[in-house]
C-alpha cells in the first residue's frame, strides 16, 4: 500500500510563499545592501587571493590613502544632494597643495600656510558659487572650466618642479592617536559632522529641499541663493583641507597631485553611495561605503600586480555602472 502525502492546500503555498518574500523584502528594505554585498565580496576574494590583504598594516594603510577622497567626497555629498556639483575640487586640492607647499618651502610658518591655503580653497569654491548662482551656468560646464584654469594655476605655482615640505605636516600625515592614523580621523570627524547636518539641521533640511526642486525651495522661503554660495564656499573648503592632508601624507607637491583623477574618484564614491546626480537624494553612510569600496578595489590591485592602467579603468566603469543605476532608481521612484 502506498502511502501519499496530503496535497499542499493554497494557503500552505501563500504563508511559504509570504514567509519567503517577508524575508526578501527585510532585506532588501537594508540601506545600501547591494553595496554591503559588493563589498563583502571584494574583501573576501582580496583576502583569498593575497595574504597581504588582510594584514592589519595594509588596512590601516588603506584607511590612510582613502581619508583624502572621504573629505571631498563629504562635501560633494552635501553640494550634490543640493542639486550642485564642483568638478574643480580636485584641482582645487591640486592648488592648495603646491601654494602650501610653497609657502613652507619659504619658511613660512605651519599655522600661516594652514590658514591662507583653507582661506584660498573657500574662496575658489564661493567663485564657484557666484558664476553658478548668478549667471546660470550649468554647473558641470563651469566647475569643469574652473578644474581646467585650477591644474593650470597649480603647474604655474609649481614651475613644473616637485617641492618637498621636510617634517612639516608630519603630525598629520604620519602620526597616530590611540591606533588610528590622524588623517583617518580628520575624515571620520568630517563626514560625521556632514552626515549630522544633512539628518538633523535646518541648513541639512534646506539642501535636500533645494535638490527636489529649486523652484518649491523658494516659494517656502528658502533664500536658496545663499545656501547655494555657502554650500560651494564649504566645498572649497573641504576640498582645500584635502589638499593639506594630501600634502602631509606624500611630503611633497609635484606636476599632477590631486586633479581630475582624485575628483572622478569622489565623484564615483558619492555616486556608488547613492547620491541623486539630480540632487534630493544623498546619505553620507553610502559614500562611505563608496569610498571604502573603491578603496579595497584599487588596493587589491596593486597587490595583485594588476596595471595601474586597470585601475583607472576600473574607477571610470564603477562610475558609469552607479549613474546607469542611479538613473534607473529615479525612473523607478516617480512610478
Given amino acids: 500500500m502506498s502511502i501519499t502525502a496530503p496535497p499542499?492546500?493554497?494557503?500552505?503555498?501563500?504563508?511559504?510563499?509570504?514567509?519567503?518574500?517577508?524575508?526578501?523584502?527585510?532585506?532588501?528594505?537594508?540601506?545600501h545592501i547591494g553595496l554591503i554585498v559588493v563589498l563583502i565580496l571584494v574583501v573576501v576574494f582580496a583576502g583569498v587571493e593575497t595574504d597581504s590583504f588582510a594584514t592589519s598594516v595594509n588596512l590601516v594603510n588603506v584607511l590612510?590613502?582613502?581619508?583624502?577622497?572621504?573629505?571631498?567626497?563629504a562635501g560633494l555629498t552635501l553640494l550634490m544632494t543640493a542639486g550642485g556639483m564642483d568638478f574643480s575640487m580636485g584641482s582645487n586640492a591640486a592648488v592648495t597643495t603646491a601654494v602650501a607647499a610653497?609657502?613652507?618651502?619659504?619658511?613660512?610658518?605651519t599655522t600661516f600656510t594652514v590658514v591662507v591655503s583653507l582661506l584660498l580653497a573657500t574662496v575658489i569654491g564661493l567663485v564657484n558659487g557666484l558664476v553658478v548662482t548668478y549667471t546660470r551656468v550649468a554647473p558641470f560646464v563651469a566647475t569643469l572650466a574652473t578644474a581646467t584654469l585650477l591644474d593650470?594655476?597649480?603647474?604655474?605655482?609649481?614651475?613644473?618642479?616637485?617641492?618637498?615640505?621636510?617634517?612639516?605636516?608630519?603630525?598629520?600625515g604620519s602620526d597616530k592617536t590611540l591606533g588610528l592614523p590622524n588623517l583617518l580621523i580628520v575624515a571620520v570627524l568630517v563626514l560625521a559632522v556632514v552626515g549630522l547636518v544633512m539628518r538633523f539641521t535646518v541648513f541639512?533640511?534646506?539642501?535636500?529641499?533645494?535638490?527636489g526642486n529649486e523652484h518649491v525651495a523658494r516659494l517656502s522661503g528658502i533664500n536658496v541663493n545663499r545656501q547655494k554660495l555657502v554650500l560651494y564656499a564649504l566645498a572649497g573648503a573641504l576640498a582645500g583641507l584635502a589638499g593639506l592632508m594630501l600634502l602631509s601624507r606624500l611630503g611633497a607637491s609635484s606636476p599632477g597631485t590631486g586633479g581630475l583623477q582624485l575628483q572622478l574618484t569622489?565623484?564615483?564614491?558619492?555616486?556608488?553611495?547613492?547620491?541623486m546626480l539630480v540632487g534630493g537624494h544623498g546619505t553620507i553612510i553610502g559614500t562611505c561605503l563608496g569610498v571604502v569600496l573603491l578603496g579595497v578595489v584599487a588596493n587589491a590591485l596593486n597587490l595583485l600586480q594588476v596595471s595601474s592602467?586597470?585601475?583607472?579603468?576600473?574607477?571610470g566603469a564603477v562610475l558609469l555602472v552607479a549613474a546607469v543605476a542611479n538613473q534607473l532608481h529615479k525612473k523607478s521612484s516617480h512610478h
Avoid at 266 to 275: K, L
Avoid at 309 to 315: D, E, R
Fill in 64 to 73: 590612510r590613502q582613502v581619508s583624502v577622497v572621504a573629505v571631498i567626497a
Fill in 266 to 275: 569622489a565623484v564615483a564614491s558619492v555616486v556608488i553611495g547613492g547620491t
Fill in 102 to 109: 610653497q609657502f613652507l618651502a619659504d619658511g613660512r610658518s
Fill in 204 to 211: 541639512g533640511r534646506d539642501a535636500f529641499a533645494i535638490g
Fill in 8 to 31: 499542499e492546500t493554497p494557503g500552505t503555498r501563500t504563508t511559504k510563499h509570504t514567509r519567503k518574500s517577508g524575508h526578501f523584502r527585510r532585506l532588501s528594505g537594508v540601506p
Fill in 309 to 315: 592602467y586597470f585601475q583607472q579603468i576600473s574607477v
Fill in 152 to 172: 593650470g594655476v597649480a603647474l604655474l605655482v609649481l614651475d613644473g618642479l616637485s617641492v618637498s615640505i621636510g617634517e612639516h605636516l608630519s603630525t598629520l
